[in-house]
């Protein structure tokens, strides 16, 4: 199989493996980190294209959130990628991005390394920065069952420590730190409107709460 080829059979695979994913982690988040990828991997032509592709379209396929069994999840992963041809050095660097991607409790002990890496993880934190963010927020903590606020003031969801688990407490603790969290320059001028509106509908949010617009 060509590049292109293997491109087209792991999309369709991811397509239908995230079908009833409905957490905000399904395949059109996948697509848009893919879209992402490919957005800004056109500015670097020195990177592998395949690696970055595969990776983003990857990326969620054995995240703890979707799956009970990472490490069973990870290795039909690995098995996926060498049915389709890739070589094993190959295969460990698309993992690699993977599990660099990540954001655990606020963080990460894998850091990337590879402008592989950086653009793939930049794909997918563009996807919690910005206005559908904040609708994943909200699909995501209902389907948790997670309150949308519990009246905490500003100045305590502005230092992110100790919140109580809310869809509001969420950005605190992640969507409004990831901006400072990109590595390419493209990333990081796409975040600037998104993170300009996410502080917009806050302001306006605790606006409401409050009765005052």
Do not use: C
Not at 72 to 96: F, M, P, W
Not at 111 to 117: A, L
């Amino acid at each position: 199989m060509n590049h292109k080829e293997i491109i087209q059979s792991i999309q369709k695979e991811m397509k239908e493996f995230f079908t009833q994913e409905h957490t905000g982690h399904d395949w059109y988040h996948i697509e848009r980190v893919w879209k992402n990828a490919r957005k800004i991997a056109a500015n670097y032509p020195e990177a592998n294209q395949l690696h970055i592709e595969l990776a983003a379209l990857l990326h969620d396929r054995y995240d703890h959130k979707i799956v009970d069994n990472v490490e069973k999840a990870k290795l039909e992963v690995r098995d996926l990628l060498g049915q389709h041809g890739l070589s094993k050095e190959l295969i460990e660097k698309i993992l690699y991005s993977i599990d660099a991607v990540g954001f655990r409790n606020g963080k990460n002990p894998l850091q990337p390394i590879s402008i592989e890496d950086k653009i793939v993880q930049d794909a997918d934190r563009l996807d919690a920065i910005g206005a559908i963010a904040i609708a994943r927020t909200f699909v995501y903590s209902g389907a948790h069952q997670r309150p949308i606020y519990t009246g905490e003031s500003q100045e305590i969801l502005e230092k992110a420590e100790q919140l109580e688990d809310t869809a509001i407490g969420h950005f605190y603790e992640k969507l409004l730190t990831l901006s400072d969290t990109l590595h390419t320059p493209e990333a990081r001028e796409i975040a600037k409107d998104r993170h300009k509106f996410m502080r917009e509908y806050l302001n306006q949010f605790f606006a409401e709460w409050e009765g005052l617009k």
